[in-house]
C-alpha cells in the first residue's frame, strides 16, 4: 500500500485524484498497486492531513464547491507543505506546487526536504527539474529513494522513462524534438496561410496561448524541457540560460513560403548534441525540416522527441506535450514505477 | 553479476555478443550492470559452458573462423540446448534459437524448461511470443521469474516494454502499425512509380526481401507481431492464424496513384481494436491514410507503432523494427529490466 502526499492541489493535482478515484479497482486487479493519498497541502486551498486514507471525491468536492479543503470532513487541518512532509509519513510526496520557474521555489526545497528523509519523488513541476536536476537525483540516489519527472517533458507522453529505461545502454548522440504544443500549433496554422499576429490571436482565444505568450513563443519553455534533457541524458550541468534560444515571432509568411516550395516546413525545434570535443551543446531555435523527418509531420499541438542512438539509431515518440488528464497521469506512471522498483 | 547462458549463436546471438564486449565498462559505470555469459549451445555451432564466464570475443573468433564454439579453448563442451539450461546456473536464458514459425518449437520447450525453474527468458524469436505468450507469461510469474520479449516486435525499438511499463495505467482503444520494414520500404519505393515486381526485384537484391517474400508481402510476419499486441495488451488469447490478413501484392500502380490524388497514402497496417462487444479484432491490411496521420510520415523499412490510450489519447512511437544490432540491443535492454528488477 503506497502512501501519497499531494503538495499542491490545483489543475494536475485534481486532474491526478480524478484519475486515481476513476482507476482504483483496475490499478489494483491489473497492477497489483494500492494506494492511499494520507495528505494534500495546497498554499491556497489549505490542507488535510488523514492516516486512514483522504477520500479523494470529497476532497474535490470541498475545493470545487466550498473553495477550500478546510470544508472537507474529518483529518487534521493547517499544515502547510513543509509540516505535511516531515509528518505525514507518506511513502512518495507529488510535488505540485505553484513555482517560481526562475528560482524553482518553493518546490526545489519541498524535494529536498522530502528526499532527506527518505521519501520518494515525483513532479511535474518544471523549476525543479529544469534547475536542480543534478543534485535532487544524487540526494535521491543517496537516501535510497526516487525522484522521478516524466510530466515535466511532454506530460505523460513517455519520454523521459522511455530514454531512461527502455533506451538504457544507448549513447545519444543528439536529442531533438517539437517540446511546445503552441507553438507547434502556431506554426501548423501559418502553414495555412494565416499571419504571426492573427494565429497568436487565435491560438490565445483558444486557450493554448497566454495572455503573456513570452514564454511559449520565445522558446522559453521549450529551453527549460532542453536543458532537463541535457542534464538526464547528456550529463551535462545546464541551466534555462544556457540553452541558446530563438522562437518563433520573427518568422514571416515569405518564410514559410519559401519552406513550402523547397518541400520543407518550420518547426521551433529544442536540440541537444555532444560536440566532438565531449561539451555539450544546447539550443531552441526554428528549423526548416525535410518532410521525410520524422518530426515534420507532428501537426498542431502535438509535441515529439527523436533519440539518436549508437545502436538503434534514431527512435521518435509522438504524443501530447500538455493537458490536465495527460500531465496528471504522468504522475500516476511515475508512481506505478516506483511501486514497481520497491516490490 | 548476472548469468547469462544463450541458446543460440547465429545472428542476433553474435550481434548481442558484440554489444556486449563493447559495452561492459560502460554497462558497469552508468547502470552498475554486471554479467558473465556461463553457456552458449547452437544446434549447428556447438556449444561450451564455462562457470567463470566464456570470453565473448574468443567465442565469436572461434564461430567466424573455425566455424564451431568447439574450437574454443577452455569450458566443457558439447551440451545440448536443455541440457544447458538444467545445468549452466544461469539467472537468464537469451533464447534466439532457430524456430519453426508453425510450431514455435524448440524454443517453446527452451522456454518452458527455463521458467519452470525460475530461470528468466529473454527472446526475440518470434515463435514462442506470437504461439505461446499468455501460457509462457503465466509460468514465468507462477515462478518468480521474467518473460521479457522486446525485440519480437520492432526489434530493439522500445515498443511492448513502452506499452507495459511507460503506458501503464491506461487502457489501450486500439493499436496500430507498420510493423514490417521489407513492405514498407516497397509501399515507399512504389509511391515513386516503380512496379510491384520492380520493386520486389530491387528489395531483394538490397536484401530486405527473402527469396521467397512471402512472409513479408502477404503480411504473415505482421500478423505474427498484431498477435503478440493482442495477447500482451488486450488479454486476447490469439494464434497468427487469427489475424484477417490481406498483404500487398494486389496493389497496383493505379491504387498508389489514386491515393496520391486524395492527399493519402497507402501503409500496411497492422491493427488490434476492442469491439464494443469486448472480442478483439485483429487484422493486417492495406490501408490508404492521411498524409497527417502519424503513421503515414514513416518510410523505407522504419517501422512505427500507435497506441490509442484512454487518458493519453495517442502515443506513436517510431524506429528501425530490424537488424542485426538493434535486435542485439533489444536483449540487452530486456537484461537490464531484470537486472533493475532484482536489485
Known amino acids: 500500500m503506497q502512501k501519497i502526499a499531494m503538495i499542491g492541489f490545483g489543475n494536475v493535482g485534481q486532474g491526478l485524484a480524478d484519475i486515481l478515484i476513476r482507476k482504483r479497482a483496475e490499478l489494483k486487479r491489473r497492477h497489483g498497486y494500492e494506494f492511499k493519498v494520507v495528505a494534500i497541502s495546497d498554499f491556497r486551498l489549505g490542507s488535510v492531513y488523514q492516516a486512514e486514507g483522504i477520500n479523494l471525491k ?16 474529518g483529518g487534521e487541518k493547517g499544515w502547510d507543505a513543509l509540516r505535511t512532509i516531515r509528518d ?19 518546490a526545489i526545497d519541498h ?4 528526499l532527506r528523509q527518505g521519501m520518494s519523488v515525483v513532479t511535474s513541476n518544471k523549476g525543479p527539474a529544469a534547475l536542480a536536476y543534478p543534485a535532487l537525483n544524487r540526494l535521491a540516489r543517496k537516501n535510497d529513494a526516487s525522484f522521478l519527472i516524466e510530466g515535466t517533458v511532454m506530460s505523460g507522453t513517455p519520454v523521459l522513462n522511455l530514454a531512461m529505461n527502455d533506451l538504457a545502454g544507448n549513447e ?30 487565435k491560438a490565445q482565444k483558444l486557450g493554448y496561448a497566454e495572455a503573456d505568450p513570452t514564454g511559449d513563443v520565445e522558446g522559453i519553455d521549450a529551453a527549460g524541457k532542453v536543458c532537463i534533457l541535457a542534464n538526464m541524458f547528456m550529463n551535462a550541468k545546464m541551466k534555462p540560460e544556457d540553452v541558446r534560444r530563438r522562437g518563433i515571432t520573427r518568422l514571416k509568411p515569405a518564410d514559410i ?19 566532438k570535443n565531449g561539451d555539450v551543446d544546447a539550443s531552441v531555435k526554428p528549423v526548416m525540416l ?3 523527418d520524422p518530426l515534420a509531420g507532428v501537426m498542431g499541438p502535438t509535441n515529439a522527441v527523436t533519440f539518436d542512438t549508437d545502436l538503434l539509431g534514431k527512435v521518435t515518440v509522438v504524443g501530447p506535450g500538455a493537458g490536465r488528464v495527460e500531465t496528471g497521469y504522468s504522475i500516476l506512471v511515475d508512481l506505478l514505477a516506483i511501486e514497481r522498483s520497491r516490490s
Chains 1, 2 share one sequence.
Open 172 to 201: 545519444f548522440k543528439s536529442i531533438s524534438g517539437i517540446l511546445n504544443g503552441t507553438t507547434n500549433y502556431m506554426l501548423t496554422e501559418m502553414e495555412k496561410g494565416m499571419s504571426y499576429d492573427d494565429v497568436l490571436a
Open 88 to 106: 505525514c509519513g507518506a511513502d512518495v510526496m507529488v510535488e505540485l506546487a505553484y513555482t517560481d520557474l526562475s528560482t524553482g521555489q518553493p
Open 257 to 275: 513560403e519559401m519552406a513550402k516550395k523547397g518541400g520543407k516546413r518550420w518547426k521551433l525545434i529544442g536540440a541537444v548534441k555532444r560536440r
Open 111 to 114: 524535494c529536498k526536504a522530502a
Open 58 to 73: 470529497r476532497a474535490i468536492d470541498a475545493v470545487k464547491k466550498k473553495g477550500s479543503l478546510e470544508a472537507y470532513r
Open 290 to 292: 525535410p518532410l521525410d
